[in-house]
Each structure stands twice: as C-alpha cells, then as structure tokens.
C-alpha cells in the first residue's frame, strides 16, 4: 500500500533531509524509525533539503506492508520512535502510482528574517537583519516571478543541467514580528532561494538595486554570489 507522509523537522540538526554515508540525514533518521517497526520500505521524497534547512511540510511517499491499515496508530507509533526534532504530521493512503517528487506541481518555501537581534533559542530558526525596507523588497522580489534560466542564481559544481524554473508568485510580507519572503515554484535549484534572498536583502540594504537583480536574472552580470543563511529557510508545503 503506497502511503503519502506530511513531515516536519528542525533541519539544523541534520545533514540534509537526504541519506547521508554517515547516517545524518533526515532520511536516515526516518527509516530507523521504519524498521523499529520492522517495515522496510523505500522512502520518496518530494525533493532535498540543505543541511540546516528546515520543513513544515515535507512529503515523501512509501510502500507499507499490508498489515498498516490504521494510519492514525502508525502516526503515533512513528512519532514515538523518531527523535523530536522531526514529526509525522499526516499519512494518507495514495494510488500505487503516486510519486511524491515527480508528481509535484508547485512547491512552497518560506525565508523568514527579523529585525530584533536573534537569541540562543531562536537563532537557528530566523535570520537577524539590522535594517530592513519593507516597500523596496515587496517590489524587487516580484521580478522573480515568470520563467527564468537561474545559472547565476543556485551553487555551482550541483548536478543539474537544466537551469530553467518557473517562478509562480513571489511576494514579501510581515507577520506580526517576523518578515517573511515566500517563494512558489515548479521547483528548485540547490542554494536557488539563499541565493535570491541574498540578494534581495543586499537591495534592501542599498548596496545593490533592482536593476542590478535584472542584470543578474538576465545572466547579462554576476554581480553577487553569497547565499543568505540556511537558518531562516523552510521548505513550507507540496501541491499536487
């Protein structure tokens, strides 16, 4: 029986959501927690994330043995089984076809910044930004939005030889005591967000502007080349 999973994690303390060769990953966490149960399946995730990145909805699909009917007890059996830093927040049963990568249309990620300086308790989670222009970034990070060929805009030396994505929206806002850029997409490429953001809070801070971002996003100049802190990243949901 193939099984959807809804999954969050505090990404600061892994490798990456993907296996790692010295087990540090989200994954491997997760398939420990499996064959505690004696259920050996193979785990399909919607897509990677970054050391230090985090989730609020990361989703993979596996095959269960038959026997796994109740959803609600597994849930609650897993969650008991897997360290706190990463939770089960929904299964449901899919077709056999579903393939939680390749059958996903957009995906949702959130960076989230502040302008209080951060503390020990939420340093890995927000990133601090002393000044921050609320009206020049909501207007910048729109020119993300539409297709675009982002060689200049994800980490060299990644394995992927298309570089064309489909930006869907892109919009910048504040909630309460955080701002928050949000970013929806077909999908992306490794350090694709960080880098964007960098970016963005660089125009922010007057050391760059909008028509720098264009000549970057036109591959016309390389002008910056920094990613913005893993911490404040959270891949946010999966549509299908």
């Known amino acids: 029986m193939n099984a959807k999973f809804i999954i969050s994690y505090d990404g600061s303390l892994y490798k990456g959501s993907q296996t790692q060769p010295d087990n540090s990953s989200v994954e491997d966490r997760l398939q420990e927690a499996f064959l505690s149960l004696n259920i050996k399946t193979k785990i399909v995730l919607s897509g990677r994330t970054d050391k230090d990145v985090h ?19 597994l849930k609650t059996v897993l969650n008991k089984h897997l360290p706190l830093s990463i939770r089960v927040n929904k ?5 056999k076809q579903f393939h939680s990568r390749f059958h996903a249309k957009k995906r949702v990620y959130r960076y989230l910044i502040t302008s209080k300086p951060t503390t020990a308790f939420n340093a890995k989670y ?9 009206e020049l970034l909501k207007e910048a990070i729109k020119l993300f939005i539409g297709v675009h060929d982002f060689e200049f805009f994800h980490k060299k030396g990644s394995d992927k030889h298309n570089l064309i994505r489909e930006v869907y929206d892109a919009t910048f806002y504040k909630y309460k005591n955080i701002y928050v850029f ?11 967000i960080r880098l964007m953001v960098g970016f963005l809070l660089k125009i922010s801070e007057g050391k760059l502007t909008k028509e720098d971002l264009l000549l970057q996003l036109n591959k016309q100049k390389h002008i910056y080349k ?10 946010a949901k999966v549509y299908y």
């Open 55 to 73: 989730a609020t909805g990361q989703v993979f699909n596996a095959i269960l043995p038959n026997y796994w009917k109740d959803l609600k007890k």
């Open 91 to 95: 299964i449901v049963f899919v077709n």
């Open 126 to 134: 927000i990133t601090y930004v002393e000044n921050i222009n609320e």
């Open 182 to 192: 949000k970013f929806t997409a077909n999908s992306y490429l490794r350090s694709q």
């Open 226 to 235: 920094t990613p913005a802190s893993p911490y404040g990243l959270y891949l």
